[in-house]
């Protein structure tokens, strides 16, 4: 019979040989300006209860983007902020259709706080009745933050932004570009500049299921 200890000991080496190592980053709150406070007590939404494997991560990398590198996977619903030493932080998204619209390297290159948002001719004539213009605040659908993806000096028109409807992080829905919850764009935001690159994977080339692969560790509760 072999000792209790020693079963322990094993089942504990066992465990380790398949578990990715993640370090904490602070939580959501630790970017939160009084404005964003303020904002965030009047928003027109429950706090959603976002399934863990679309809460913010520290993960392994395994691509080969530098550092400082947003990458988009919509396929699997994953935004990625690449780190130092092949690792990663990884937020859940919303994409929609016009997630779409676009694939391949853009740059940061606008960035805006509560933007306002002015609806598309095309958004018009699939949703009828909204307004020409929306003043930012936590009823927007663009939430808290912006970023507005520039290639070859032009405007894509692809955005990622915060939501006022975080219970579809993790899905795909009718309208929309790239959504994170206002905490975690808010977080983005902080790491992300004008200039930084954005890699866009095209539909069809996105990475693994969400609901699988190795365990992680949870950056703070959204």
Not at 77 to 91: E, H, M, S
Not at 137 to 147: D, H, I, K, V, W
Request: charged fraction near 20%; proline fraction near 9%; aromatic fraction near 6%.
């Amino acid at each position: 019979m072999i000792p209790k200890a020693i079963v322990v000991i094993l089942a504990g080496l066992s465990l380790g040989a398949c578990v990715t190592a993640a370090t904490p980053e602070p939580a959501p709150e630790a970017s939160l300006k009084p404005r964003d406070r303020e904002l965030l007590a009047k928003a027109p939404y429950s706090k959603a209860s976002i399934p863990a494997p679309y809460q913010r991560h520290i993960v392994d990398y395994h691509r080969n983007e530098a550092p400082g590198t947003i990458l988009v996977d919509s396929d699997a619903r994953f935004l990625y902020f690449v780190l130092p030493n092949r690792k990663a932080i990884r937020y859940g998204v919303t994409v929609g259709e016009e997630a779409l619209a676009f694939s391949g390297i853009a740059k940061v290159g606008n960035m805006a706080e509560w933007p306002g948002w002015t609806p598309t001719p095309d958004i018009h004539k699939r949703i009828e009745g909204l307004p020409a213009h929306v003043e930012g605040g936590p009823a927007n659908p663009l939430g808290a933050r912006a970023l507005y993806l520039y290639a070859n000096g032009k405007d894509t028109l692809y955005r990622i932004h915060g939501t006022n409807q975080p219970e579809y992080i993790g899905s795909a829905i009718s309208s929309g570009c790239i959504r994170l919850t206002n905490e975690d764009i808010i977080d983005l935001y902080t790491r992300a500049k004008v200039g930084t690159p954005v890699v866009v994977l095209a539909p069809g080339s996105g990475g693994q299921s969400p609901m699988s692969g190795a365990r992680v560790a949870a950056v703070g509760n959204n």
